[in-house]
């Protein structure tokens, strides 16, 4: 939804890659098929619309090889962009990749194209519960396979919080003013302040987003600011105690400083997808179903999610992943926590008076 790679993060990668020679007993990165599947030749073009720093870009080129299409990867900051995007531009896209509740309206607009289950054999590499959480949105996965999932949490410096974090009120303590970061987001932002106050994740009710709205115009003081990319760099550099943040963000923040640690309050919170779809006016159908089975091998998907930390949802790649991701909490959270976090649904017509309110909170100082 959604959750990107901290640009810092990649750019310090980079300059590492350039600068230093790799040692002769440090494992290549190994983009072979796991799964066996070589590509024919399929040719033409294949635009696909995601977020930024959200693959590999070793990846694409290696698809290119392997079927002569040529990917034009376009980048979007939000779901509400892409659904933009997707309507008012003259391009053509075959695959985007948006999240739960956005599919759900995608579906409910006609605008995917069911999937051909049989041109993506590698569906079989999927974890179990993955697929049973995300059924829930797109029953049956007619229209979409999931790409990478996470959390939505609390980052902290543990040498700056002194507090147990394990309830969303921490976000409300005023020894923690001005320290404290708030996604820049309408969903994520209200719907934790709904499950602080005991409210359901995808409320109806215009009295429970109305208290949201007034417990996070009462925060106003206590706020560094909301953020997106910019927080990553705040927490890294010490600059900030704490900061709601999608757990994929989160972990790559705790690989670049020690002291950071996240947690899933015990109110509970919104366990995320984003999936891969394919549009219905696709126009290069083989080439759509060939580029998500191609993400679906398992060392593919163990390479991808190495490089951009968002967990992935592929079975067979955390098996190929080191202890590093798959014992860490962040990366693989345990069933407790997502026994306590639910999915975003599409609010058709009631997104007005989230938007409404998120209006309000963000005119408040």
């Not at 002569?68 to 075959?94: A, C, W």
């Not at 049989?118 to 079989?124: D, E, M, Q, T, Y």
């Not at 998907?301 to 930390?309: G, H, K, P, S, V």
């Amino acid at each position: 939804m959604k959750k990107l790679f901290a640009l810092l993060l990649c750019g310090m990668l980079l300059l590492g890659a350039i600068a230093c020679t790799p040692k002769e007993d440090e494992e290549a990165a190994d983009y072979s098929f796991a799964d066996g599947d070589q590509y024919e030749y399929i040719g033409g073009e294949l635009n696909v619309m995601s977020w930024g720093e959200y693959i590999d870009p070793e990846l694409i080129p290696l698809f290119e090889a392997e079927t002569g299409v040529h990917v034009n990867y376009i980048e979007i900051p939000s779901n509400e962009e892409m659904m933009i995007k997707l309507r008012g531009s003259e391009q053509t896209f075959d695959i985007c990749i948006p999240s739960d509740y956005c599919i759900e309206q995608m579906i409910r607009e006609d605008m995917l194209l069911e999937l051909d289950q049989s041109k993506i054999p590698n569906v079989r590499n999927l974890s179990d519960t993955i697929m049973e959480i995300s059924d829930k949105f797109d029953p049956g996965h007619k229209y979409s396979v999931p790409y990478m999932w996470g959390t939505v949490g609390i980052l902290y410096n543990t040498k700056l919080v002194d507090d147990p974090v394990d309830s969303w009120g921490i976000l409300w303590n005023e020894k923690y003013a001005g320290q404290i970061w708030m996604y820049d987001s309408v969903r994520d932002t209200i719907g934790i302040t709904l499950k602080y106050l005991g409210y359901d994740l995808n409320t109806h009710s215009e009295e429970a987003v109305a208290a949201a709205r007034d417990k996070l115009i009462e925060q106003a003081p206590l706020r560094k600011g909301f953020g997106a990319d910019n927080m990553r760099s705040s927490m890294v550099n010490g600059k900030a105690a704490l900061a709601v943040m999608y757990s994929g963000d989160a972990f790559a923040c705790m690989d670049e400083n020690e002291d950071l640690d996240y947690a899933v309050p015990m109110e509970g919170s919104n366990v995320w997808f984003d999936n891969a779809v394919i549009l219905k006016n696709s126009k290069n159908v083989e080439a759509a179903h060939a580029f998500i089975n191609f993400l679906n091998d398992a060392n593919i998907a163990a390479r991808n999610t190495e490089f951009i930390f968002y967990s992935t949802p592929n079975q067979g790649a955390l098996e190929r992943l080191d202890a590093y991701f798959t014992e860490n909490e962040t990366y693989n959270p345990p069933q407790d926590v997502l026994d306590r976090c639910e999915v975003f649904h599409d609010l058709g017509s009631f997104t007005d008076v989230f938007n409404a309110a998120w209006s309000e909170i963000k005119a408040s100082k």
